[in-house]
């Protein structure tokens, strides 16, 4: 019998279409015609229709109830009004929709159109979380966004007319000119806008960037001499904790705070452990084996498959996802290091009953080594960062690999 958190599904919907480049975003997205939005959704609604039977197929559990959506890119508000309808329409077809399903939308600034914005309210689209990432105007259009502060206002006026007040907006602490006074300005802008969610991300320029090549290898166009030092980022990061908090926004995961109730349910999946299933460019899947013997050699096993970043294989039907089945070893170290991103932190008594105590002690040491570097603390059963261990998460979250002992398989339990 399957554990309450399996029984409804998430879906994420990758929509790779972007108007302009960003110079920092290594994501799988560019700039397509309009033209190959149509057959991309073509693409999504037969992969929906068809995601039962590969589901039977792989041997895993497609929940059929929806708890969550989230379309994201890219950028899904430049898609057409009848694709986004028919996306939908195409959704309620093949699963029964929660009515209380919290469905987000990512949105940039300045690209969604009235009919799109009518269209989102029609299906029934409760969430958007729209990329501003600096409210400082030079500094968004030096990163390649094409917005201002002032369109920023119009859209989340107009969202809210629009009856779509669960709003999000996302901020990147370290880009290009970027100051400490003037991410205190974005800072503040973003809590006098009353949003009752925010994102806030450090800056990691990746190789793959514009930005990360002229790092690399030189240069001035993408202003790369201009990217704050990763000491003045952690202190940017920082105080964004704090002005958050005063506003009354609670950091509940490392880059994301919100007022109580606001938290994103489909983002709190991913770290939960909730099956999600990923569709189009890039995306990922995450479901549980459909076995109910868990005495067998696949006992408890979960299926990973991520779709192809490569659009034109996509689009012709070419792609061939790459599955991997997660064995509970790699389903505990996952446990621990998804779950310290919360702030509510790992209660080892729910990992104990279902990874067991044994392979449970082996990173409690792992734990006790960490507490004494101050990365996190340890106290009445919880395991969570600390303010220093969020700041170096991903050198924590490294420590738990292999602490299997031995490498032997765990024994899942129903808890
Ligand atoms: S809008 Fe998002 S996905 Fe598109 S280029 Fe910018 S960062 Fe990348």
Redesign the pocket.
């Known amino acids: 019998m399957a554990v309450d958190r399996d029984k409804a599904l998430g879906i994420y919907i990758s929509v790779?279409f972007?108007r302009?480049?960003?110079t920092?975003?290594n994501?799988a997205?560019g700039v397509y015609p309009a033209s190959e939005h149509a057959r991309y959704v073509d693409r999504i609604i037969a992969d929906l229709a068809s995601a039962g039977q590969r589901a039977r197929q792989s041997g895993v559990v497609l929940p059929r109830t929806v708890d969550s959506i989230y379309l994201g890119?890219?950028?899904p508000s430049l898609l057409a009004p009848e694709l986004i309808a028919r996306l939908f329409a195409a959704i309620g077809e093949g699963f029964d929709v929660d009515p209380r399903a919290e469905i987000t939308v990512e949105c940039?600034p300045g690209q969604l159109a009235d009919g799109t914005l009518a269209a989102l309210a029609a299906a029934g689209v409760n969430r958007v979380s729209l990329?501003v990432q600096s409210f400082i105007d030079r500094e968004a259009h030096s990163s390649?966004?094409l917005h201002s502060r002032a369109i920023v206002a119009d859209d989340l006026r107009r969202l809210r007319a629009a009856g779509i007040t669960n709003l999000n907006v996302d901020l990147i602490a370290g880009l290009a000119g970027q100051t400490l006074a003037s991410w205190q300005e974005s800072l503040q802008v973003l809590t006098e806008s009353a949003v009752p969610h925010a994102s806030i991300y450090m800056l990691e320029v990746d190789e793959d960037s514009r930005l990360g090549r002229e790092m690399l290898a030189g240069g001035a166009r993408y202003h790369a001499e201009l990217v704050p030092s990763d000491e003045t980022i952690a202190r940017m990061y920082e105080s964004a904790i704090e002005v958050m908090a005063a506003a009354g926004l609670i950091q509940y995961e490392i880059s994301n705070f919100s007022r109580p109730g606001f938290q994103s349910l489909h983002n709190l999946r991913y770290w939960q452990r909730r099956p999600y299933l990923g569709l189009g460019l890039d995306a990922s899947s995450m479901l549980r084996a459909a076995t109910e013997d868990r005495d067998a050699e696949d006992l408890g096993y979960v299926l990973r498959s991520s779709n192809t970043d490569d659009l034109t294989a996509y689009l012709a039907g070419e792609d061939h996802p790459e599955t991997a089945w997660l064995s509970p070893v790699s389903q505990h170290e996952e446990a621990w290091f998804l779950g310290l991103r919360l702030n509510a932190g790992v209660q080892v008594a729910e990992l104990e009953c279902e990874f067991g105590a044994r392979d449970v002690g082996a990173a409690l040491h792992v734990v006790r080594e960490l507490e004494k570097d101050e990365l996190l603390t340890f106290a009445n059963g919880l395991v969570r960062l600390t303010p220093r261990g969020r700041l170096l998460s991903n050198e924590v979250f490294q420590q738990f690999l292999g602490i299997a002992p031995d490498g032997e398989l765990t024994t899942l339990k129903q808890c």
């Open positions: 790779p972007c302009s480049k960003c920092y975003c994501f997205s890119g890219g950028t940039a990329g390649g966004r």
